[in-house]
């Protein structure tokens, strides 16, 4: 079945520096979604990419979408403390695959 | 985005009972997905409740442990039956943003926080 992999799974950082995280499918997607999820919220819905290498900004967030269509990225410039949260991909080729996510924690 | 609401927002259960999780959405729509995040875990896709039809269950899931009711357009429902500790989880249903038809962005409920002794 299909399989969602993101790395990596927790990743902190002082305020300032930048994040990435990185989401991998087994399958070609016909598109992906990505969420961020705030302690003890629910996800809430980011941004969704369709076409081939597809990038996409979102002031300090940067979403791309690879050539082949089964890998992801969402890079924050100078994260901030209201950066917090998981970030989690959902791939989806059918039906919606959700990674792991990626827990960042942003020290001030 | 649709305004999503979930009762309860928390409860804490006996072994063996069983717990009734509404959803109310502030719009009509055709699909209603019920999610299971375990503790520090992913989202894991439950079932899907289409309106007017039976609930689609995803690999793992059966009807008899989470029963799914959609009576209407805005609502819906999932019991988790004969609940044991390894059900303790937050549940989440959500729904397709608007103009889209499946597993496109979705938007989700605050989520019920079950925890099972």
């Not at chain 2, 039956?81 to 938007?107: A, H, K, R, W």
Request: glycine share 8%.
């Amino acid at each position: 079945g299909q399989q969602v992999m993101q790395i990596p799974q927790y990743q902190h950082v002082q305020e300032g520096e930048d994040f990435t995280t990185y989401c991998n499918s087994s399958t070609t997607l016909s598109n992906i979604q990505w969420y961020k999820q705030r302690p003890g919220g629910h996800p809430v819905f980011l941004i969704q990419l369709v076409k081939s290498g597809e990038v996409k900004k979102q002031k300090r967030l940067t979403f791309q979408f690879g050539e082949a269509k089964k890998n992801s990225s969402l890079h924050i410039t100078a994260t901030q403390t209201t950066d917090v949260g998981t970030y989690f991909c959902a791939g989806n080729a059918g039906k919606s695959t959700f990674g792991d996510g990626t827990t960042l924690t942003v020290k001030p | 985005s649709a305004v999503i609401s979930q009762k309860p927002s928390r409860d804490i259960c006996q072994r063996g009972t069983s717990l009734t999780i509404q959803c109310q959405v502030d719009s009509q729509v055709t699909m209603m997905f019920w999610y299971r995040q375990q503790p520090g875990q992913s989202l894991t896709l439950i079932a899907t409740a289409n309106q007017g039809s039976e609930a689609t269950y995803e690999s793992g899931f059966v009807i008899d442990k989470f029963p799914i009711s959609r009576p209407n357009l805005t609502f819906s429902t999932l019991t988790v039956s004969n609940m044991s500790p390894e059900d303790s989880s937050i549940y989440l249903c959500s729904v397709p943003g608007q103009g889209t038809f499946n597993y496109n962005e979705q938007f989700f409920g605050p989520g019920t926080r079950l925890t099972v002794l």
